[in-house]
C-alpha cells in the first residue's frame, strides 16, 4: 500500500525534498549552491535543529511548549549581562583582547536558566494540571517582561562581549563550525538515550497512552517534568550560541521562532498527538526549515511569505500525519481475528 510505503520511508521523502528544493533554486540563482552558501545554511540550521530535537521530547508526551524562544532571550540575555558587566580588555602580542566570565561558567548559566523555565513548565503541566498550551504561554510572556526588566530594554552588542564568546561558534573544528559539532553531540545524547534507557522510552509510552503507561508503573509525572526540563536546558544553550553567532542579545530575540521549531518536528513526522516521531525526521524538518528560510532572499521573494509558507507546511504535514495514522490503524484493526 501507497500510504504504508509513505510512512516507512517519510525520512528518504523528506530528503528528498531537500535536495530537489536545493537544486531548484540552484537554477534560479547558482550562488545557492556554492559549498561555502550550503555550509552557511547548515550552520544557521544547528540551532534550530537542537531546539526541535527537545521540543521533539515535549510533542512525544503530547505536550507543547510555545515559551521555548522565550526562554532562549532570557537565557542569552543573562549571559550576555553577566558577560558584559565583567568584561575586560588586556593587551597581548597580536592586538587587544577582550576577556570575561569565563565560557564554561557561561555555558552553565545559560542552560540553568533555561533549564529552570522549563522545569517550571513541566511542574504547571505534570502537578498543577494545567493545559500546555496555556502554562507555556503564560510564561513566555513572563520571560519575555524578565528578560526587558533586566535589561531594561537595552540590547547586548557584539563589542561588549568577550572575544571567546565572538570566537565560540566561529572556530571551525575539522573544517566543520562548533555549532555543527554542538548539534551533533545533542542529537547523539538525546539518540542514546531515547532508544537505550528507560526513561527515555517512557516518554512514547506516556505520549500513546497516558492510562496504559501508569498502569504499567511508568511515571507520567516524571516523564512530563523530564521533557520539559531537557527542551528548556536545550533552550538555555541555544541562548548562548544565538549571541555568539549572531553578535547581540535583545528581548525581543528570536520572537516567533517557536513556530520554525514546531514545523521543523510536525514536517519531520512527530505527532502533535504525541507517542510517534525519529530525531532523523526532526533534523531532516530543521533542514527543510533552513533552506527555505535561505532560498527566500535568494529568489527576491518577500519575507512575509516565510510566515505563510511555515504555516501552511505545518498544516500539510498535520493532515498527512493524521491520515496516516489512521490509516495504519485501520490496516491492524483488519489484521486482528475475532
Not at 498543577?128 to 517582561?145: C, E, F, N, V, W
Not at 539518540?191 to 508503573?217: D, F, H, M, P, Q
Not at 511515571?219 to 538555555?236: E, F, M, S, W
Not at 526532526?282 to 527555505?292: D, E, N, Y
Request: net charge positive; charged share 10%.
Amino acid at each position: 500500500m501507497l500510504y504504508l510505503a509513505l510512512a516507512k520511508y517519510r525520512e528518504l521523502l523528506l530528503a528528498g525534498i531537500i535536495v530537489v528544493l536545493v537544486l531548484l533554486v540552484g537554477l534560479r540563482n547558482p550562488v545557492f549552491l556554492l559549498p561555502s552558501n550550503l555550509l552557511d545554511i547548515v550552520n544557521d540550521t544547528a540551532i534550530l535543529a537542537i531546539l526541535a530535537a527537545g521540543m521533539m521530547c515535549v510533542l512525544l508526551i503530547g505536550s507543547i511548549d510555545i515559551s521555548v524562544s522565550a526562554n532562549l532571550a532570557l537565557s542569552g540575555m543573562a549571559v550576555a549581562l553577566v558577560m558584559r558587566n565583567n568584561l575586560d580588555i588586556v593587551e597581548a602580542v597580536d592586538g587587544a583582547i577582550k576577556v570575561s566570565t569565563p565560557l564554561p561558567l557561561l555555558l552553565l548559566l545559560g542552560i540553568g536558566v533555561g533549564l529552570l523555565v522549563g522545569l517550571i513548565n513541566g511542574l504547571l503541566i505534570a502537578k498543577g494540571r494545567l493545559l500546555p498550551i496555556i502554562a507555556t504561554l503564560g510564561m513566555q510572556y513572563i520571560a519575555r517582561a524578565i528578560c526587558f526588566l533586566i535589561s531594561r530594554g537595552d540590547w547586548v552588542r557584539k563589542h561588549q562581549m568577550s572575544t571567546a564568546m565572538d570566537q565560540l561558534t566561529r572556530t571551525p573544528i575539522l573544517g566543520l563550525s562548533s555549532l555543527i559539532w554542538i548539534a551533533a553531540l545533542v542529537y547523539g545524547g538525546l539518540y542514546l538515550w531515547i532508544t537505550y534507557k528507560r526513561s527515555g522510552r517512557a516518554l512514547y509510552a506516556v505520549g500513546s497512552n497516558v492510562e496504559a503507561a501508569s498502569v504499567r508503573g511508568i511515571p507520567v509525572d516524571r516523564a512530563k517534568i523530564t521533557a520539559h526540563a531537557i527542551l528548556g536546558a536545550l533552550a538555555g544553550l541555544a541562548g548562548l550560541l544565538w549571541i555568539s553567532r549572531y553578535g547581540s542579545a535583545a528581548h525581543d530575540t528570536a520572537t516567533g521562532f517557536e513556530l520554525s521549531v514546531i514545523a521543523s518536528c510536525v514536517l519531520g513526522g512527530v505527532a502533535v498527538s504525541g507517542g510517534a516521531g525519529k530525531l532523523l525526521g526532526v533534523l531532516l524538518g530543521a533542514m527543510l526549515i533552513g533552506v527555505i528560510n535561505n532560498a527566500l532572499p535568494m529568489l527576491r521573494v518577500s519575507s512575509f511569505w516565510k510566515m505563510t509558507i511555515q504555516g501552511g507546511m505545518i498544516l500539510v504535514a498535520i493532515l498527512s500525519n493524521v491520515a496516516l495514522r489512521r490509516m495504519t490503524d485501520r490496516q491492524n484493526l483488519a489484521r486482528r481475528e475475532i
